[in-house]
């Protein structure tokens, strides 16, 4: 897959995932975001890391929310309405965070970008994080490098199974009009792992904070950072 990542002649368009794949958010802006925003609601509850770790399983924000008011023995649909708003501070919070420079790219992630459109192939976004989430990522850590704008985004609101399950990869190859063979997926976690396999795409997995540990079995190959594709793409 390495090799052929940058070959027009087999792949037109790489897909990323966002949050730990083009940058470790997770850590530096979610879960203080998350934190702030169950403070102002007056609950509570102060996530760790280590709960953030177990909670990351369960994909969507608003459904950690669901799972750990579930964990703390609340009912959860009567804390519905709190936490639906709490998650929307959250993503005020996540928005400001970013926006004060605290989170940048990881390493290679521009420079591997650039490389792809040098050898005419575009980009992606494939993620089940916010619109906002992301549109916050590129106003602020992406737009600036100069980097084309991506051919195509999916977005956690425009599905309704997140990941494990494939459909944000589905759609986007139909968006595309592209057949899975001629593109490919960088992921950090099983989960998304999974849901690109699910597609029919080739992943490469790329270890984050919080998943570096997971098992990737049928992973095209598993780096510890995007300077390591961008080394074979040169």
Same mark, same amino acid.
């Given at each position: 897959?390495?090799?052929s990542?940058?070959d027009?002649?087999r792949?037109?368009?790489v897909?990323?995932?966002?949050?730990?794949?083009?940058?470790?958010t997770e850590g530096?802006?979610?879960?203080p975001?998350?934190?702030?925003?169950?403070?102002?609601?007056?609950l509570?509850?102060?996530?760790s890391?280590d709960d953030y770790a177990?909670?990351l399983?369960?994909a969507?924000?608003?459904?950690?929310?669901?799972?750990?008011?579930e964990?703390t023995g609340?009912?959860?649909?009567?804390?519905?309405?709190?936490?639906?708003?709490?998650?929307?501070?959250?993503?005020?919070h996540?928005?400001a965070?970013?926006?004060?420079g605290?989170?940048?790219?990881?390493?290679?992630?521009?420079?591997?970008?650039?490389?792809l459109a040098?050898n005419?192939?575009?980009?992606?976004?494939?993620?089940?994080?916010?619109r906002?989430?992301w549109?916050?990522?590129?106003?602020?850590?992406?737009?600036?490098?100069?980097?084309?704008?991506?051919?195509?985004?999916?977005v956690g609101? !425009?599905? @309704? =199974?997140?990941k494990? /399950?494939?459909?944000?990869?589905?759609? *986007? %190859?139909?968006r595309l009009?592209l057949?899975a063979?001629?593109?490919c997926?960088?992921?950090?976690?099983?989960n998304?792992?999974?849901?690109a396999?699910?597609?029919?795409?080739?992943v490469?997995i790329?270890?984050?904070?919080?998943?570096?540990?997971?098992?990737f !079995?049928? @992973? =095209?190959?598993?780096? /510890?950072?995007?300077t390591?594709?961008? *080394? %074979?793409?040169?």
């Open positions: 897959m390495l090799n990542l940058i027009p002649s792949h037109r368009c897909l990323f995932d966002v949050d730990g794949t083009i940058a470790e530096l802006a979610h879960l975001a998350f934190n702030r925003a169950l403070s102002e609601a007056g509570p509850w102060q996530w890391k177990r909670l399983k369960t969507g924000g608003f459904e950690r929310l669901l799972r750990f008011a964990e609340s009912d959860p649909g009567a804390l519905r309405n709190v936490l639906s708003g709490v998650h929307k501070a959250k993503n005020a996540f928005a965070i970013m926006a004060s605290a989170v940048k790219p990881r390493a290679g992630f521009g420079d591997l970008v650039m490389t040098r005419g192939i575009a980009w992606g976004v494939v993620t089940t994080t916010s906002s989430n549109e916050a990522l590129w106003l602020h850590s992406l737009a600036p490098l100069g980097l084309p704008v991506p051919v195509v985004i999916v609101e !425009d599905v @309704a =199974a997140k494990p /399950d494939p459909e944000a990869y589905v759609m *986007a %190859l139909e009009g057949p063979a001629q593109c997926a960088i992921e950090d976690s099983r998304g792992l999974l849901a396999q699910g597609a029919g795409l080739e490469a790329v270890r984050s904070e919080f998943f570096g540990g997971e098992a !079995d049928g @992973a =095209a190959v598993v780096i /510890d950072e995007l390591e594709l961008l *080394a %074979l793409a040169a």
